[in-house]
């Protein structure tokens, strides 16, 4: 037997085991093969499919891009890298490897039928129906089309439309991946939270092992007030993959809810073993902490979620407020910039800011935030409030009257307004008062 004899035999073993879904060893095989030959596409072809199924896209792109530099026109391995390069999120490429077989191929219907999930991310789902159409002009019945489409549908809330399309796939292929999921959610979306569940449950013996079903089953039930179900699907979450960090965050997330803290921060310091980088943990155990009125470990672990530059509004809000809760000005400042570049018409982001800068003794820039706070809510006392405040504390109690006097003039009965304009006005009599006085002595002099 010759070398190449013994790459075909390696190649067809390769098969075996890949029907076997021993992927690992089928890899092995594969990699033998091309160790000899490394001028058959369709092995490197093979290797892509095998790592597909590992879930390593990265490195079956490379095998896609080592076998169309073999045969630059295999559609199908054009297909599979641009699948590829849409689930690591390169979605330019995507799209640019789903025209490029449209150019050599017009008929070929996956590359219709691809590019409606990859303008649904982008959110250019006027694209996605346009190619939705035009993917049936060459397979009227298509279940992965239906699926897509769906997808398009659901992200713009038309969640009974998404619902129809994702049914329709399910009469052209019953065992179709991920469709009773996405059909809970649907339902979620529409408050019908039992009927969710039951199309949870369906997808979970459709796929026993999955931990994002459970994961999501756990908040529904959370949300249906079923507490201690929820965290017998965390538990087993972690069962399931114990070297994942989701789970424990959702299972410590469940025990701040049911109030038990010390074990809340077991969980989430288990999360951060697997993935000191994870998003939202460091938040959480510094709100626990602070909750325990544990003051060190709780400003540290702000700081670190700080400096992972969390993009999230809602984290950034709550981070910015224990920031401020645990007397840490500074920081709250830096995440409160970043949440109002984030979301500029953010009127609560602008008013926080402007407060975390007076804290820190910036008033003229808490000034123009009260000021941009108002600019978005014109009919909002808080604003109104603190510039009078600022004002007064740099000594201009005119400019602070006058605040105060918009704000009267929305609420006449604001007893913390007259309040703070009764005391203005002892400040500013004292103030002309003090300088009466001294213009009269320096006179005397």
């Known amino acids: 037997m010759n070398d190449w004899d013994d790459a075909e035999r390696r190649v067809e073993r390769a098969q075996e085991l890949f029907e076997q879904r021993r992927w690992s060893e089928a890899l092995e095989e594969l990699r033998a093969a091309i160790d000899i030959n490394p001028y058959n596409g369709g092995w490197f072809f093979n290797i892509g499919l095998t790592l597909d199924e590992m879930e390593r896209y990265d490195e079956a792109i490379d095998a896609y891009r080592k076998a169309l530099e073999i045969d630059e026109n295999d559609l199908q391995a054009m297909n ?57 002009l060459y397979k009227e019945h298509c279940p992965h089309c239906y699926y897509n489409i769906g997808c398009s549908l659901a992200d713009r809330g038309q969640f009974d439309k998404a619902i129809y399309c ?11 991946p991920d469709v009773q999921v996405r059909i809970a959610e649907a339902l979620w979306g529409k408050g019908e939270l039992e009927a969710a569940r039951q199309h949870y449950l369906i997808g979970l013996r ?21 507490a201690e179900e929820a965290g017998e699907k965390f538990r087993r979450a972690i069962e399931l993959s114990p070297e994942q960090p989701a789970p424990y965050v959702y299972f410590g997330q469940w025990l701040t809810r049911e109030e038990r803290d010390d074990e809340a921060i ?17 938040l959480r155990l510094g709100e626990l902490h602070h909750r325990k009125g544990e003051a060190e470990p709780a400003r540290r672990h702000l ?79 808080e604003p109104l409030y603190n510039l009078a405040l600022a004002c007064e504390h740099l000594g201009r109690f005119d400019e602070a009257l006058s605040w105060v006097k ?19 006005r002892v400040l500013r009599w004292r103030g002309r008062f003090v300088r009466a006085v001294r213009a009269m002595l320096f006179r005397k002099n």
């Open 80 to 136: 599979h890298l641009g699948v590829d390069l849409h689930r690591v999120g390169n979605f330019d490429e995507a799209l640019g490897i789903f025209e490029r077989i449209e150019r050599i191929d017009n008929s070929f219907e996956p590359a219709y039928c691809n590019r409606i999930i990859t303008y649904s991310e982008l959110g250019d789902h006027e694209r996605a129906e346009e190619m939705f159409y035009l993917a049936r």
């Open 406 to 424: 918009r704000g009267l003039e929305r609420d006449p009965r604001d007893v913390w307004l007259q309040q703070l304009e009764l005391r203005i």
């Open 303 to 381: 700081r670190a979620e700080l400096l992972l530059r969390p993009q999230d509004p809602v984290v950034l809000m709550d981070l910015s407020n224990l920031l401020l809760d645990t007397h840490q000005p500074r920081a709250a400042v830096a995440c409160l910039k970043r949440l109002v570049q984030v979301e500029p018409n953010n009127a609560s982001a602008w008013q926080n800011l402007a407060v975390a800068q007076f804290l820190t003794g910036r008033y003229e820039d808490g000034i123009e935030s009260c000021q941009e706070c108002l600019r978005l809510e014109p009919a909002s006392p």
């Open 206 to 226: 459709q796929d026993p092992g999955s931990t994002d079903i459970l994961l999501d089953l756990g908040e529904l039930l959370v949300e249906l007030g079923r």
């Open 166 to 176: 994702w049914q329709k796939t399910l009469d052209l292929d019953e065992n179709h």
């Open 266 to 282: 077991n969980a989430f310091n288990k999360a951060l073993q697997l993935d000191p980088t994870y998003p939202g943990v460091h």
